[in-house]
């Protein structure tokens, strides 16, 4: 996943043709489009491919399963033409291993979820986080996910992680998190939903959005 824009939708529309004119109005802002069980489960999973045409997918099922149905759904999300998975980290290390050997075999990427961005991610994710990171790391996964809500969650993350792998980071927006702090906090890209795909002009609030990120880049 190349990093230009530095953003990601998350399409969580459940519509078919919303989702295809969305994808195609803001593909020129993101890098990445994350899409995930609402849009899935409303349009089957051929609707990966069809995003395809506009920006790399990111298949955000939080896997989250023993080894052997870990690497079952893995498969059937690359062979539906994802580019990357996002799965869970706390089902431990044997779970994780099996995600990103199906990755390899696919040439794709793995996610790990080391904190989530609610409230309640707080409760039981947050005091294992760091572990969870480490071990992704130790494992060789491409990417965390990392809580835009808690920029200082992001940089402590960071600094345990170091250049190693990268971070996505949800909660910008409607879940109060702000781009230019992420970025700051040493997030790669930023996930973005609902303020872009429920404005009444998703291109204009995405383009807001990356006008933001690019004016933190130029230290602005
Ligand atoms: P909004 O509409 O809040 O959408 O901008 C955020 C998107 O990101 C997902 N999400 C998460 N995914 N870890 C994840 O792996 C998280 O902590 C997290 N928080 C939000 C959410 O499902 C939506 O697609």
Redesign the pocket.
């Known amino acids: 996943m190349e990093r230009k824009t530095r953003m990601i939708l998350?399409l969580?529309v459940s519509d078919r043709e919303e989702a295809l004119k969305i994808a195609e109005d803001v593909s020129e802002f993101v890098d990445a489009i994350?899409v995930?069980y609402p849009l899935v489960l409303a349009t089957g999973l051929e609707i990966i491919r069809e995003l395809a045409e506009f920006a790399p997918i990111i298949a955000?099922f939080?896997v989250a399963d023993i080894p052997n149905t870990n690497r079952l759904i893995c498969k059937q999300v690359f062979e539906a033409g994802a580019d990357a998975v996002?799965v869970q980290g706390f089902t431990g290390r044997d779970s994780l291993d099996a995600c990103i050997e199906v990755a390899s075999e696919y040439r794709r990427d793995v996610f790990v979820?080391s904190?989530?961005?609610?409230p309640g991610?707080a409760e039981f994710l947050q005091p294992v986080g760091e572990a969870i990171a480490r071990m992704a790391s130790e494992a060789g996964a491409f990417g965390l996910?990392a809580?835009a809500t808690r920029p200082e969650r992001v940089k402590k993350i960071r600094k345990i992680i170091g250049d190693k792998l990268t971070i996505i980071s949800?909660?910008?927006?409607?879940?109060g998190g702000r781009a230019s702090d992420v970025i700051a906090a040493g997030a790669d890209w930023v996930?973005?939903?609902?303020?872009i795909y429920k404005a009444e002009l998703p291109k204009e609030a995405a383009s807001e959005i990356a006008a933001e990120i690019e004016a933190e880049l130029r230290g602005e």
Do not use: L, N, T
């Not at 904190?115 to 609610?118: G, L, T």
């Not at 949800?170 to 879940?175: H, T």
């Not at 996930?191 to 303020?195: H, N, Q, Y």
């Open positions: 998350a969580d994350k995930g955000d939080k996002i979820v904190e989530m961005s609610h991610g996910v809580p949800p909660g910008v927006g409607a879940q996930i973005v939903g609902r303020s």
